[in-house]
């Protein structure tokens, strides 16, 4: 399925139950993109009152956390050797994980602190997997998931202000514009939805260190 096709499928089955389910997996070692979930869900409670733009972020958040769990009591329970040895096999690098991504979420996790579950969140490249170190450290779960759903949260409140801004400020009115646009920009729509993300989060993490300094 390319990337039209996929956004069609997307925005002709969305509810706030497939939000969640697939923001689950994304969350967890299933590779999948978020970008491709909710700025279409965001956009299409613009469109119609089948659904909210707030609940977007809350449901997609709860899918989030659902993920980051799994992955947190699985490297919790199972313990590093095991962890190490999946990122090692076939089906972690089917999963894109391995031993030097695990390894480098560990090191973010240990500069960091607790508060790397929040920060990692906003990270690309550690954000599936912040939530192993965590397991595997023993940090407290109720712990863990405060700070992940405030992760979570904003990282989701910026993909769907982007799907707001599609609609607000673009021709994209309907389904069919979206797909005709995803047909003509398949590669360049994914990259394009990445990029503005990471420059609102390289934004907010500068501010952020730039009033903890003042």
Sequence with gaps: MDTAELFRWVLDNLNYWVVTLF????????????????????????TDDSMNFIL???????????????????????GRPIVYRFADSRLGHLCLIDRQKVEHAEQYF???????????????????????????????VGRFLFFTTI????????????????????????TEDVYLMATRYSHELGYAILGIAALVVCYLIYKGRKSKKA
């Design 23 to 46: 923001m689950a997996i994304e969350s967890s070692f299933i590779p999948f993109p978020s970008e491709v979930i909710v700025p279409p869900a965001a956009w299409k409670s613009m």
């Design 56 to 78: 977007v972020i809350v449901f997609a958040t709860l899918g989030a956390d659902l993920g980051a769990l799994v992955n947190y009591y699985l490297a919790r329970w199972l």
């Design 110 to 140: 240990r500069e960091h602190g607790a508060a790397s579950t929040f920060f990692g969140r906003l990270v690309p490249a550690v954000r599936q997997l912040i939530s192993i170190p965590a397991g595997l450290s023993g940090m407290a």
């Design 151 to 174: 992760g979570a949260g904003l990282w989701n409140t910026i993909l769907a202000l982007i799907g707001y801004f599609i609609y607000k400020f673009t021709e994209i009115k309907t």
